[in-house]
């Protein structure tokens, strides 16, 4: 008797303590506020925009649209891939709507600017959209998760596999812009590394509109490989213009840095065939990602990219170390964000690293024939699974404040 | 090898070549604005959106009911045109006698009116639309390799263009479209139908900015932004030809895509400037522009 008494004594004193706890930590105001920002409408719409925004809200309908019994709400904004756009969206999202954390994020001016933002506040971010590797490296926080893919796992993935094909010549078609700059040293790396050589380049404007004349360049630079380290609609008007100029049919080939699955639809086999590029998410892969492609086609009319995929996924891991650390406070689910590993449709064994880099398998694609298509989203086959400790800048060369002995 | 300005002439021919198939689209569009802006005293921004109507009247008449591309390369200027005549009765036309801001106001709007909800339709990405059967392939000329729809996109043009400039300047036709912008009234009693004519000339116009959507699509993407990328530099060549100077839009075009052209062998970064460069000299030198008549 003594002994239950004594039992029911401590039960009663710890259930106490973990309402205590709760009560302390638990939701603030009573609701998770989800932000979702990215280009909505521009050149990068596609590729993110209001796809990732339908992703996000599959993501939290299919969480039953309550954490630990706390509604789950969510608000976008089009950011015009301006950063002091979207800087200021987010700084109001988070001072007065009491947003816990922003999703999306496409161009990487505009999140390296919300970053700091973000930090300076103490919220949570979790990029899918952008590509430069500098955000989980001189530019990382300690608020801020990189989720789908970056520069360096671009230009090794797809660098790499080029050079050992025997593309050993390269000339660059840049985008005159940071991330052009960044993607096109991280390739020289590779290929300088990897025993070829850069023999020349073009620096062209962003949005350029034709690319006869550089095409042109590059068929007179005798390059074997033209490497297009831009995105976009700059990526699409190089490979048609490309395409129309007889460059592979005289020989050279071309390596896009940055191809988009919506890139790839948009312009149709017979422009892109044969053509390499590195992806962090295929929708044709598993039977898992066909589900989960099938369900978001019918709701947006079109397969996911990697960066809507990885925008589902992203959200999904944050409401689930919400629901496991019983609170939305940034410290806590950061730590739970990254202890936990990412299990679903997009990765296996996902990791959040220290310095905020998400690592999983990346894969490296070759885009089909039309003969070998069988309809109209089927356009790429995996060539090879890219694992994930190669895939991303190891944190032996990371320059992130965040990582030990830097 | 002999080398020009430390450029193989290759290279050189090879991007002159390119810049006069630019000039091709500069001039075809700065002539559609030339002919609106002189003979309706209305400054059309609409001009780039009804370039783009041209480019997706074409990828819908393919997709959706089989309207090839010569058949479309008639058709859509027509539907476009019809359009643009449309506007005018019901909206321009109320505003020939007010300032030419409130023109400029209209127009932009309505252009964005109309990318927006193309935006919202088919999305910015840009639909594909594949180079007609008979244009594919191209000739080595020596010093490159030239695409034949391209060198198909020069020809157009220039027939189309010298053909306007012909019907303008050398037709009775032209003589009262001239006579109309002049004095509309003396021209009025000579019992023609002046509204008529004005009406024809803003559909004349806008067909031309679609004929040059059309020969755009197979070359770049279909896509509701590709008008509003390209408006400003066909602007700055009407400026630089002399505002609504027929001839100055035709040569300015051209010799603006080759200067464009010949950037990007030089200096690549300067090449989206250059145009607007030499508009600042011109305007500086010669304010009514190259071939503009001096106030």
């Not at chain 1, 809507?308 to 609170?327: F, R």
């Amino acid at each position: 008797m003594k002994m239950i008494k004594k039992l029911m004594c401590s039960a009663v004193v710890s259930a106490m303590a973990a309402a205590g706890a709760a009560q302390a930590k638990g939701i603030s105001d009573d609701e998770v506020r989800i932000g979702y920002l990215a280009d909505m409408s521009g050149t990068y719409s596609a590729l993110a925009g209001p796809g990732g925004l339908e992703a996000a809200k599959m993501a939290i309908e299919d969480f039953g649209g309550k954490v630990n019994g706390k509604k789950i709400t969510i608000v976008s904004a089009d950011d015009q891939n301006k950063p002091d756009i979207g800087a200021n969206k987010v700084r109001q999202w988070i001072d007065v709507d009491n947003v816990d954390m922003v999703a999306g994020m496409v161009s990487s001016a505009v999140t390296i600017a919300v970053n700091k933002v973000v930090e300076a506040k103490d919220k949570i971010s979790i990029v899918s959209g952008s590509a430069s590797s500098a955000i989980t490296n001189q530019y990382c926080t300690a608020n801020s998760v990189h989720y789908v893919y970056d520069t360096y796992a671009l230009a090794h993935g797809t660098g790499e596999a080029v050079v050992k094909e025997g593309g050993d010549s390269w000339f660059f078609l840049t985008a005159d812009y940071a991330f052009g700059h960044a993607m096109e040293g991280d390739v020289t790396t590779v290929v300088k590394e990897s025993g070829g050589k850069v023999v020349g380049g073009v620096r062209h404007p962003l949005s350029t509109n034709d690319f006869s004349s550089f095409i042109l360049q590059a068929q007179a630079s005798g390059a074997k490989i033209v490497g297009l380290a831009n995105a976009g609609a700059d990526t699409t008007n190089a490979l048609k213009t490309a395409k129309e100029f007889g460059v592979v049919d005289a020989g050279q080939k071309l390596a896009g840095l940055l191809i988009f699955l919506t890139d790839v639809y948009s312009l149709g086999l017979e422009t892109t065939q044969g053509l390499q590029l590195t992806t962090g998410f295929y929708w044709d892969r598993t039977d898992e990602t066909r589900a989960w492609a099938k369900r978001y086609e019918e709701r947006t009319g079109a397969k996911p990219t990697m960066v809507q995929a990885g925008v589902y996924s992203s959200v999904n891991h944050y409401l689930n170390a919400v629901k496991a650390a019983g609170t939305d406070e940034t410290s806590a689910v950061m730590a739970q964000m990254k202890k936990t590993p990412i299990n679903d449709f997009f990765a296996t064994n996902g990791q959040i690293r220290e310095d905020g880099r998400m690592i999983h398998d990346m894969y490296l694609a070759e885009v089909k024939k039309p003969s070998e298509s069988k309809s109209d989203w089927d356009l790429y086959k995996i060539l090879r699974t890219i694992p994930a400790d190669k895939a991303f800048r190891p944190l032996s060369e990371s320059k992130c404040k965040l990582v030990a002995g830097n | 090898m002999a080398e020009l300005l430390g450029f193989p002439p290759q290279v050189l021919f090879g991007q002159l070549l390119i810049g006069l198939i630019n000039g091709s689209f500069y001039a075809l569009l700065s002539l559609g604005l030339a002919i609106i802006f002189g003979l309706l005293n209305i400054i059309n921004f609409a001009h780039g959106a009804q370039y783009m109507l041209g480019a997706f009247v074409a990828w819908l008449g393919l997709n959706f009911l089989g309207v090839n591309y010569w058949v479309s390369l008639l058709l859509a200027p027509l539907v476009v045109a019809a359009i643009g005549i449309a506007l005018e009765k019901t909206m321009l036309r109320r505003l020939y006698k007010e300032d030419h801001l409130y023109g400029l106001l209209l127009t932009f709007g309505l252009a964005l009116i109309i990318e927006g909800s193309f935006i919202h339709f088919f999305g910015v990405s840009g639909q594909p639309y594949s180079v007609p059967q008979a244009l594919t392939g191209g000739n080595n000329l020596g010093f490159m390799f030239l695409p034949t729809y391209r060198a198909w996109i020069i020809v157009a043009s220039l027939i189309i263009c010298f053909g306007t400039w012909y019907m303008i300047e050398r037709t009775k036709l032209g003589s009262y479209l001239r006579a109309g912008t002049e004095n509309p009234q003396l021209l009025q009693a000579f019992g023609i139908n002046v509204p008529l004519l004005i009406t024809l000339t803003y559909g004349y116009g806008v067909a031309l900015a679609a004929f040059a959507g059309v020969l755009a699509a197979p070359i770049y993407s279909v896509s509701p932004v590709m008008g509003s990328n390209l408006l400003i530099v066909v602007f700055a060549v009407v400026v630089i030809g002399g505002m609504g100077s027929i001839m100055g839009a035709i040569v300015t075009g051209l010799l603006m895509g080759l200067i464009e052209g010949l950037t990007k062998v030089f200096y690549p970064e300067a090449s989206t400037t250059v145009i607007f460069l030499v508009m600042i000299i011109v305007l500086l030198v010669r304010p009514a522009g190259l071939f503009g008549k001096e106030a």
